[in-house]
Every structure is written in C-alpha cells, then in structure tokens.
C-alpha cells in the first residue's frame, strides 16, 4: 500500500510533464502492479490464518477443561460443607463432654479419697486420745487438717460439709490442747503469791515451781509422760506458746526477783514423784548483789530444769518442711536470753561497774564470772555459740566506766548548779583551796622544771629586782555560793581520776569536766533566772561565782597538760576558751542588775519635782524625801553587798549608782531658769546631805575602820564629786566669787562646767544688773 501510494504521487507529480499516451501507459502499469500487490497480501493472509487456526482450537480445549475442573471443585466444597464438617462438630462436642466427665468423675474420686482420709484421720485420733497417745493423736489431727486444707483448695467445688468439717475439725483440735493443757498444769505446777502482791519479797518468797517430771520405774522404760505432752504441743504449733508463757513465769517469779533481792537463795527438794523450786531469805551483806553471786543462783535454777525438764529432745517441723530436733532449753532460751541478759545488765553488772580507777582491775573476776556463767548455759544448750550481749557488755567495763562516771560527774554538778545560791563561802588571796593531790607528772615535769631553772639562770643578771606580790595573780577577797567550790573541787577531782584511767576513758572525764562548764552556763541564769533579776546580793554573788569559776579556767588545763596527754592535740587539755564566756555571764547578769538599780534612782529622783521652786514647802519636802529615798536605797544596797563583791568592784559599783544620782541632781538644777535666795539656800541644804551621808554608803568590809579609807576616795570612784560640789559653791557664792572660780577657764570651776552651764546658773540666781552682764561677760 505504500508502494502504491508512493507510485500514484510520483505519477502525480510528473503529470505535469508528460503526455496523455504516457501518462495512459504508466496508469496502466500502475494498475497492474496494484493488482499483484493485492494477491500478495491475500497469500499472506491466507498464510497467517492458516497457522492462526490450531492455537485458537487448543486454547478452546483448555478453557473447556478447567470450566469442568471448577465444577467438580465446588462440587467437593458443597459435599465437604453439608456432611464432614457436620460429622466434625458433632465428634468435637463428645469428646469434650467425655473430657469434662473425666474431670469431674477424678475431681471427684479425690474429694472422696480426701474425706476417706479425713474421716479415717479422726477416727484414729480418738481412738489414739482415749488411750493417751498424745503424739500419735496429734499427728492423726495434723493428717486431717491437712486433708481438710487440700479440700477447700479446690476452686469451683465447693461443699457444704467442708464447713461442717472444719467446725469439727476446730473443736477436736481445742478438744486435745484441753487435754494437753491438763496434762501439762499436772506435770508443772505455779504456786504464785496474789497478782497485787507480786512486787514485794514478802509475796515473792511464796513462788514455787513444782515438777511432777520425776520419772518412775515404768515411766524410764515407756518413756516419759512429759516427753509425749510437749511432743504432741510441738506437732500442733502450739509449743511456742505454752513454752513462752512457762518462760515468762520463770523470768517473772524466779530469775528477776533471784537478781533483784539479794537477800534471796533457791532451795531445791526432790521428792519421790515431784521436784519442787522454792525461795528462802538470808539476810543480805549488800545492797546489790554480786555479779558472781547472780550468776551462780540463775546457773543453779538452769541445771535442776535442765535435769527435770529442759534436756527434753523434740522434734520441730522447720521452715523447708522437713522436721528437725531441737531441745527445750534450746526453744526456751532463744524466747527469754534477750530479756534476762537486760535484766542482768541493768540490775546486775550496771551496779557492779566500778565508781574509782583503781578497782578496774579487780573487775577481771567479773569479766571471768560472766564467761563461765555463758559456758555453762552453752553447755545446757540455753545458749548458742556466738557471744551475746551479755558478755560483750561485761568486756567493754572501761566504757561503761567511763559512761557511769561521766553521768554521775553530770548529775552531782547538776544538783549543785539547782542548789540555792545564797549559801556561801569566804574566800580570800591567803585562803588555800582544797585542791586534790595531784599524781607525779613524770618526764613532763621534769622538762618544766629544768625549763624554768633555765628560765631563773638566764634571768638572775637582770637589773630589776623588784619581785611581784604574791597575791599578784590571785582572786580577789568575796563570797561565792558553796556549791561553786564544791563544783570546781569535783572538776578537779574528776581531771585527777582522768589521769589514772585509760586512754578513751581519760577523753570522756575531761570533756565531762568541760561539760560540766558548759552546762553551767546554761542551766544557771535560767533556772535561777527570777531571783537574780530581783536579789542584788544573789546577782553579786552570782557575777563572783563567774569570775571564780573563770579565774580557774585559766590554769586548769595548764595543771594537767603533762597527765592528760591523751587528749588530742599533742595533750593541749585547755580551758582558756571557757574564761571569756564565764566572765562575759558574770557581767552581764550584775550589770542588769545595776541598770534596774539605776532605773530605781532616777525613778525615785523624778518626785523631786525638778527640784524647782524650793521656797514652796511641799516642793522642798518632795525633793528631800527623794533624797532620802536614794541615799536609803544605796546603804541598803552598801550592806547587801558589803563582804560580798570584791573591794575594788564594791567600790565601783557604788561610786557609778551615787554618779548617777549626782549627775541627776546637777541636771536637774542646773536646767533651773529662777533660782531665788531662798531656793538656792533649801538646795545648797540638799546637796550638802548627798555630800555628808554620800561617802557614808562605801562600806566595803563589816569593820568600820576599815571603810573610811573608802569613804575618803569617793572623788575616786564618784565621777561627778567635784561637779556637785562645785554647783555647791556657785548655789552660795557670789559673783565675784563665781568669777573667780572660773579664772578665765583655767580655774576648778571651768574643769567641772562649760562655759554656756555656769553663765545659765548665773542667770538663774542672779539678777538682770550691770555687774551680772560684767560676770557673764567673763565667763568664756
């Protein structure tokens, strides 16, 4: 066909150029070879059809055949469907029934297997009860709890009867510890005193125990009743508890009141069918007994029960199952071994720990007395091997010593601290303090010693040989409370027991010492807290006692440096950071008391009406009884403290109360704006008392003689003296003589008052004149 296309567009385009015979004769060409073209396309595809034909007849085949497979497919699946899988549930559901049958038909058989057993059980336990085989019962009960237990464990079958069971099963079981219980009251007997009376020896000396474990001729070869009662208790769980309570009796009414009261013995007596533990008293040689003594009346108790009752074997079902044998004493110890050896410890060995140093070694007989007493009960089987507390506490005696005289040193200084204050005692620089003797200090000394010969040599040239008093360094003369010198006498006495004890002991006594300051610190400002805010001489007292415990604390340490060389820090045993603390409470407490004493004076002062307007009678008798009141309140505080303060602090504290009522008075008047004749003369009367019965209030020392060379130094301790009595001569001077005092600023008036003071009481006392404006003009 495209040869042909082609054909008919070449004539086309070369139609142009030729001729109609031509063209005729191509055309006709051109016919003929489109026809031999179209018989060779009929040959091909004739040719093509003809193979064509066989692949389309087989492929006919095939679609045929698998159109008859499908049917006898779905043929099958329609049979399978309406007949085998029927058949199939059907087998399904009987062999499921048939199993559940099974199930239930075994479940079943072993319910009744289980109640056969249990019923079998029970009846062998009767029988075994009525002829007093208590094990054999026991154990038949044990096999129909057990069965009962297996019965109810069966989920989804549950019987009626298992109830009824078990109720049975609980009244057999309390049936037979009924009878156990009986048998056991008979085979160990209490005879106890009255439960209101069970405290005193009178009642504890009626305790026995009776034993009726003496075992008879027969009894040796069946074995013994005793053996079968608590067997059969072991079998039923109920060992533990009857073991317990008879443990708990022992320790109640025989082993406590044995180490309680020392005056009590046990006396044992056997008799034919019956042992028999009772009390009896002698009369006491101590208020405690001895540790040795103690051990050997509870070791005795432990060997008659052993021998009538303890040494019993039994057998004990354990945790995995499996049952094990075990002894009595062995159960009987692991219950009370813990409470008897804290009965022992803190009624026994607390008491037996030495108070002294020196008796530590004889406490070796106890540490061995402890040992033997533990070997002994080992042996009983009451104890197992390891070492209890018991002896571990006897071992370490140098700590329990240590503690005990730590809190008896604690205690004893409490007491004294909570002892009244105003009991006391004189001391002075001649008096000798009653120290305790101390131990040779050894090597440390010696060096001291060849230090300070080294120190003399090289100081014996020295040009100035002018030696120190005596008294230089000493504490001044006062009181202090009694119980404070007993206090520093039991610091002293416990640093010396310090140095004759070991090392961790020796720590603990010094930093007990140290506490004992501490503690004082704390514990007396509070508890006698009211009483020094209102008592002055109890405030005195308490700042001496301060002042006393501090002046100690500065050597005490240095008094035991070469004997306290355990103490860390190359044996610094110091107390030096105590003393400001001490001397800091001191002041404190009597500078409170002070500023309550001066807060009293200026009180008493403000009546005084502002000592104004003196010519009006009842002005001038308020001003003079305030006056007086001072002057009353500061003798009455001169002979509360008098022998109580040290001199120079007695001198000190009454020289600041009288400065601060003459500082007062010269403030009050000095702030007048009028002073007439006659106020100035009632003043001048006023202040000539304060001058006169002033110096009276310094008296020191109970001898009179001795106070006025007190009394002559008030300019000494009273700061404002000479002012008062400068503002004496300005209330009777003139002006001249005003003037004169003042000497251009260099005279003793100037030295007492300023400038714009002196022209103010000018003003007030003197009239607006020509010679006052000459005074004032003066006054510079």
């Given at each position: 066909?495209?040869?042909?296309?082609?054909?008919?567009?070449?004539?086309?385009?070369s139609s142009?150029?030729?001729?109609?015979?031509?063209l005729?004769?191509?055309?006709?060409?051109?016919?003929?070879?489109?026809?031999?073209?179209?018989?060779e396309?009929?040959t091909?595809?004739?040719?093509?059809?003809?193979?064509f034909?066989?692949?389309?007849?087989?492929?006919?085949d095939?679609?045929?055949?698998?159109?008859?497979?499908?049917?006898?497919?779905?043929?099958?699946?329609?049979?399978i469907?309406?007949?085998?899988?029927?058949?199939?549930?059907?087998?399904?559901?009987e062999?499921?029934?048939?199993?559940?049958?099974?199930?239930?038909?075994t479940?079943?058989?072993?319910?009744?297997?289980?109640?056969?057993?249990?019923?079998?059980?029970?009846?062998?336990?009767?029988?075994?009860?009525?002829?007093?085989?208590?094990?054999?019962?026991?154990q038949?009960?044990?096999?129909?709890?057990?069965?009962?237990k297996?019965?109810?464990?069966?989920?989804?079958?549950?019987?009626?009867?298992?109830?009824?069971?078990?109720?049975?099963l609980?009244?057999?079981?309390?049936?037979?510890?009924?009878?156990?219980?009986?048998?056991?009251?008979?085979?160990?007997?209490?005879?106890?005193?009255?439960?209101k009376?069970?405290?005193?020896?009178?009642?504890?000396?009626?305790?026995e125990?009776?034993l009726?474990?003496?075992?008879s001729?027969?009894?040796e070869?069946?074995?013994?009743p005793?053996?079968?009662?608590?067997?059969?208790?072991?079998?039923?769980?109920?060992?533990?508890?009857?073991?317990?309570?008879?443990g708990?009796?022992?320790?109640?009414?025989?082993?406590?009141?044995l180490?309680?009261?020392?005056?009590?013995?046990?006396?044992?007596?056997?008799?034919?069918?019956?042992?028999?533990?009772?009390?009896?008293?002698?009369?006491?040689?101590?208020?405690?007994?001895?540790?040795?003594?103690?051990?050997?009346?509870?070791?005795?108790?432990?060997e008659?029960?052993?021998k009538?009752?303890l040494?019993?074997?039994?057998?004990?079902?354990?945790?995995?199952?499996?049952?094990?044998?075990?002894?009595?004493?062995?159960?009987l110890?692991?219950?009370?071994?813990?409470?008897?050896?804290?009965?022992?410890?803190?009624?026994?060995?607390?008491?037996?720990?030495?108070?002294?140093?020196?008796?530590?070694?004889?406490?070796?007989?106890?540490i061995?007395?402890?040992?033997?007493?533990?070997t002994?009960?080992k042996?009983?089987?009451?104890?197992?091997g390891?070492?209890?507390?018991?002896?571990?506490?006897?071992?370490?005696?140098?700590?329990?010593?240590?503690?005990?005289?730590?809190?008896?040193?604690?205690v004893?200084?409490?007491?004294?601290m909570?002892?009244?204050?105003?009991?006391?005692?004189?001391?002075?620089?001649?008096?000798?303090?009653?120290?305790?003797?101390?131990?040779?200090?050894?090597?440390?000394?010696?060096?001291?010693?060849?230090?300070s010969?080294?120190?003399?040599?090289?100081?014996?040239?020295?040009g100035?040989?002018?030696?120190?008093?005596?008294?230089?360094?000493?504490?001044?003369?006062?009181?202090?409370?009694?119980s404070?010198?007993?206090?520093?006498?039991?610091?002293?006495?416990?640093l010396?027991?310090?140095?004759?004890s070991?090392d961790?002991?020796?720590?603990?006594?010094?930093y007990?010492?140290?506490n004992?300051?501490?503690?004082?610190?704390d514990?007396?400002?509070?508890?006698?807290?009211?009483?020094?805010?209102?008592?002055?001489?109890?405030?005195?007292?308490h700042?001496?006692?301060?002042m006393?415990?501090?002046?100690?604390?500065?050597?005490?340490?240095?008094?035991?440096?070469y004997?306290?060389?355990?103490?860390?820090?190359?044996?610094?045993?110091?107390?030096?950071?105590?003393v400001?603390?001490?001397?800091?409470?001191?002041?404190?407490?009597?500078?409170?008391?002070?500023?309550?004493?001066?807060g009293?004076i200026?009180?008493?002062?403000?009546?005084?009406?502002n000592?104004?307007?003196?010519?009006?009678?009842?002005?001038?008798?308020?001003a003079?009884?305030?006056?007086?009141?001072?002057?009353?309140?500061?003798?009455?505080?001169?002979?509360?403290?008098?022998?109580v303060?040290p001199?120079n602090?007695?001198?000190?504290?009454?020289?600041?109360?009288l400065?601060?009522?003459l500082?007062?008075?010269?403030?009050?008047i000095a702030?007048?704006?009028?002073?007439?004749?006659?106020?100035?003369?009632?003043?001048y009367?006023?202040?000539?008392?304060?001058?006169?019965e002033?110096?009276q209030?310094?008296?020191?020392?109970?001898e009179?003689?001795?106070?006025?060379?007190?009394?002559?130094?008030?300019?000494?301790?009273?700061?404002?003296?000479?002012?008062?009595?400068?503002?004496?001569?300005?209330?009777?001077?003139?002006?001249?003589?005003?003037?004169?005092?003042?000497?251009?600023?260099?005279?003793?008036?100037?030295?007492?008052?300023?400038a714009?003071?002196?022209?103010?009481?000018?003003r007030a006392?003197?009239?607006?004149?020509?010679?006052?404006?000459?005074?004032?003009?003066?006054?510079?």
């Amino acid at each position: 066909m495209a040869a042909e296309g082609s054909l008919v567009a070449a004539v086309l385009a070369s139609s142009g150029r030729l001729s109609k015979e031509d063209l005729g004769t191509r055309i006709g060409r051109l016919s003929h070879r489109v026809e031999e073209l179209k018989g060779e396309v009929c040959t091909m595809i004739n040719k093509k059809y003809s193979e064509f034909l066989p692949s389309m007849q087989s492929a006919e085949d095939l679609v045929s055949q698998v159109e008859e497979l499908t049917n006898n497919i779905d043929l099958l699946r329609a049979g399978i469907e309406n007949e085998v899988q029927r058949d199939l549930n059907i087998a399904v559901a009987e062999f499921t029934e048939l199993k559940q049958q099974l199930e239930r038909d075994t479940l079943v058989l072993s319910i009744l297997k289980k109640l056969q057993e249990f019923d079998t059980a029970i009846k062998e336990y009767n029988t075994a009860l009525l002829e007093k085989k208590y094990v054999a019962a026991a154990q038949h009960l044990k096999e129909a709890h057990s069965s009962l237990k297996m019965l109810k464990s069966r989920k989804g079958f549950e019987l009626k009867i298992l109830k009824a069971l078990g109720t049975e099963l609980t009244v057999q079981t309390q049936n037979m510890l009924y009878h156990l219980g009986e048998e056991w009251q008979k085979l160990a007997v209490w005879k106890l005193p009255p439960s209101k009376e069970s405290s005193s020896l009178e009642s504890v000396m009626h305790s026995e125990l009776h034993l009726h474990t003496v075992p008879s001729k027969e009894e040796e070869i069946a074995g013994p009743p005793v053996a079968s009662v608590l067997q059969a208790f072991a079998v039923l769980g109920e060992l533990h508890t009857k073991l317990k309570i008879f443990g708990q009796l022992l320790l109640k009414y025989i082993l406590k009141p044995l180490i309680s009261y020392p005056s009590l013995q046990p006396f044992t007596e056997e008799q034919s069918d019956v042992f028999i533990l009772r009390f009896k008293s002698e009369e006491p040689s101590l208020d405690h007994s001895s540790p040795m003594e103690v051990f050997y009346k509870i070791k005795l108790v432990f060997e008659v029960l052993h021998k009538y009752l303890l040494n019993m074997s039994l057998e004990q079902p354990a945790e995995d199952g499996k049952d094990c044998r075990v002894t009595l004493a062995e159960l009987l110890g692991e219950m009370i071994w813990g409470e008897l050896s804290d009965c022992l410890i803190q009624n026994c060995l607390v008491n037996s720990i030495p108070t002294n140093s020196s008796k530590l070694e004889q406490y070796i007989e106890v540490i061995k007395s402890t040992e033997e007493f533990e070997t002994a009960l080992k042996t009983m089987q009451f104890l197992k091997g390891d070492t209890t507390d018991l002896l571990k506490y006897a071992r370490n005696v140098n700590s329990h010593f240590a503690n005990k005289k730590c809190q008896d040193v604690i205690v004893a200084a409490r007491n004294l601290m909570t002892s009244e204050i105003h009991n006391t005692v004189k001391i002075s620089p001649d008096s000798c303090v009653a120290l305790p003797k101390l131990p040779d200090p050894g090597a440390g000394h010696l060096k001291a010693q060849k230090t300070s010969q080294l120190l003399h040599n090289d100081t014996g040239h020295l040009g100035n040989e002018t030696k120190l008093s005596q008294h230089t360094f000493s504490l001044p003369a006062c009181r202090i409370s009694s119980s404070v010198e007993k206090l520093m006498e039991l610091a002293y006495q416990t640093l010396v027991e310090a140095t004759a004890s070991t090392d961790q002991c020796c720590i603990q006594l010094f930093y007990s010492v140290r506490n004992i300051f501490q503690l004082f610190y704390d514990v007396v400002p509070t508890y006698h807290k009211e009483n020094l805010q209102k008592l002055p001489q109890l405030a005195a007292i308490h700042h001496n006692n301060c002042m006393y415990i501090a002046h100690h604390l500065l050597t005490l340490g240095h008094q035991f440096r070469y004997r306290l060389t355990s103490i860390p820090c190359d044996g610094a045993a110091t107390f030096v950071d105590l003393v400001p603390g001490f001397r800091r409470l001191g002041m404190e407490c009597f500078l409170a008391q002070m500023r309550v004493q001066k807060g009293e004076i200026l009180e008493r002062l403000s009546s005084a009406r502002n000592f104004s307007n003196m010519d009006d009678e009842e002005n001038y008798c308020a001003a003079n009884k305030a006056i007086r009141q001072v002057l009353h309140q500061l003798k009455r505080l001169g002979k509360v403290w008098q022998d109580v303060l040290p001199v120079n602090v007695y001198c000190k504290a009454m020289g600041t109360l009288l400065n601060t009522a003459l500082s007062e008075i010269v403030t009050r008047i000095a702030a007048l704006e009028d002073i007439s004749t006659e106020d100035a003369d009632r003043l001048y009367s006023l202040c000539r008392t304060m001058v006169e019965e002033g110096p009276q209030v310094f008296t020191p020392l109970p001898e009179d003689d001795k106070n006025k060379k007190y009394q002559e130094e008030v300019p000494v301790y009273v700061q404002k003296w000479m002012t008062f009595k400068e503002l004496m001569i300005i209330l009777q001077a003139n002006l001249q003589e005003i003037v004169d005092q003042w000497a251009d600023g260099k005279g003793p008036l100037a030295a007492e008052f300023s400038a714009a003071e002196v022209k103010s009481l000018i003003r007030a006392l003197f009239q607006n004149t020509e010679r006052r404006a000459a005074a004032l003009a003066k006054i510079k």
